[in-house]
């Protein structure tokens, strides 16, 4: 269990498990001979990616960003990513319960990074969190409705669209505070309405980044997913995103890191951005 503090809040990494991705998929037209120097592959060429939430305790909320895969995955999708589904106990553990969760912010709607908004019980989906507010853009989810070709099997429509029907559910437009100290940016190219989380308090920053640099191994301008439906995007979202972060020395949150979930990146001497361990306690 991963914590800091970042002025009064604290922030605490709350893990899903990991799963598989293929690694070609995952670093898109980066050669193997490049990105195996970052990410081991199996003899299937698949990386085991993190499934990393973030729990920031404001002292007065609690706030959960990402929900990762959940435990409703269809049969077919379970044969290829298995089912971790370790969120739950993993919030246990750090002394949280479903119902002391007043905010779930979902960055976009794939399956890997909502799949706990709801639960099953019987032959109704209910939230998982019963007294929070759940909060995504309403480009997202209208994407998410058109169900294209491209992208349809990243959606699961379980997992939000009885959150919408109940109210639970408030669709954004675009940048905005969520609550004081704690707001939400778009960053377009992985999904055109994808946002990031960031929260800032006592003069610090961390953003929770998402699906735009989804590990440390994808701090490189170029190194973007096959995922991506827009990689162009992607690279002048990072390039806007840099500019902030860097300047200002963000911690950066990454979703899919199983190793390294938070980094301040940096350049090195030759001008080469590089990730670096914050001190945790």
Not at 9 to 37: C, H, N, Q
Not at 147 to 162: F, G, L
Not at 194 to 219: E, F, N, W
Not at 248 to 262: A, G, I, N, Q, S
Request: glycine fraction near 8%.
């Amino acid at each position: 269990m991963r914590k800091l503090s970042l002025g009064d809040f604290e922030l605490t990494i709350i893990s899903d498990g990991t799963y598989p991705l293929d690694g070609g998929a995952f670093f898109g037209v980066v050669p193997k001979v490049m990105w195996s120097r970052k990410a081991a592959a199996d003899e299937r060429n698949f990386i085991t990616a993190g499934l990393n939430s973030l729990l920031i305790r404001t002292g007065k909320q609690n706030i959960l960003v990402e929900t990762a895969i959940g435990n409703k995955l269809p049969d077919r999708m379970v044969k290829v990513y298995g089912q971790p589904a370790k969120l739950l106990d993993n919030l246990q553990t750090a002394g949280v319960a479903p119902d002391e969760i007043d905010v779930v912010i979902n960055t976009h709607l794939h399956f890997d990074h909502c799949g706990w908004n709801t639960i099953r019980q019987g032959d109704r989906v209910v939230p998982t969190f019963p007294k929070a507010k759940y909060y995504v853009q309403e480009g997202e989810w209208r994407h998410a409705q058109e169900q294209h070709v491209r992208d349809a099997i990243s959606y699961i429509s379980d997992n939000y669209n009885p959150l919408i029907e109940s109210g639970k559910m408030q669709l954004l437009r675009g940048d905005q505070e969520i609550v004081p100290g704690i707001s939400v940016r778009v960053f377009p190219g992985h999904t055109m309405n994808m946002q990031a989380v960031v929260v800032t308090r006592g003069g610090k920053s961390a953003c929770y980044i998402s699906d735009l640099i989804p590990t440390s191994a994808h701090i490189d301008l170029t190194w973007v997913m096959a995922f991506d439906l827009s990689p162009i995007d992607t690279i002048d979202s990072k390039k806007r995103y840099y500019e902030r972060a860097l300047a200002e020395r963000w911690m950066t949150v990454f979703t899919h890191d199983d190793t390294m979930p938070w980094a301040y990146i940096e350049k090195d001497d030759a001008g080469k951005l590089k990730a670096s361990t914050p001190d945790q306690r």
